[in-house]
Nanobody
Framework: QINVAESGGGSVQTGGSLKLFCAVS???????VAWLRQAQGKEREGIAG???????RIMNSVKGRFIISKDNADDIVTLEMNNVKPEDSGMYYC???????????????????????????WGQGTLVTVTP
């Protein structure tokens, strides 16, 4: 069984930086993690992911600004948000799974068909607000 919990959200000014943290509790060392976000009135989207070999995927909407990393010692996955924009505001979710590939897709796709609360472990979310 795998569980996750997010922390680090808050308010940040446009152009500023913020770090989000995902604490993962698990039995296996082989798991994949994704960060997804949902802005008010918009669909949820996957933005960054990392696997147990520290391969990463960053979606174009945040590429060059966001960085995902993993601390193996503490099982913490960090989403570093830089040069944030008002459109980065929303609820940010961390999700994890030990089934990183399969008939249902792959972590790498970062699509919401694979990353879904009914299929993976999700946190409660953390709110990010980018102010002008």
């Amino acid at each position: 069984q795998i569980n996750v919990a997010e922390s680090g959200g808050g308010s940040v000014q446009t152009g500023g930086s913020l770090k989000l943290f995902c604490a993962v509790s698990r039995y296996s060392s082989k798991y994949c993690v994704a960060w997804l976000r949902q802005a008010q009135g918009k669909e949820r989207e996957g933005i960054a992911g990392i696997d147990y070999d520290r391969n990463t995927r960053i979606m174009n909407s945040v590429k060059g600004r966001f960085i995902i990393s993993k601390d193996n010692a503490d099982d913490i996955v960090t989403l570093e948000m830089n040069n944030v924009k008002p459109e980065d505001s929303g609820m940010y979710y961390c999700a994890a799974t030990e089934i990183c590939h399969g008939p249902g897709g792959s972590w790498y796709d970062l699509d919401t068909g694979f990353w879904d609360p009914s299929r993976n472990a999700w946190g409660q979310g953390t709110l990010v607000t980018v102010t002008p």
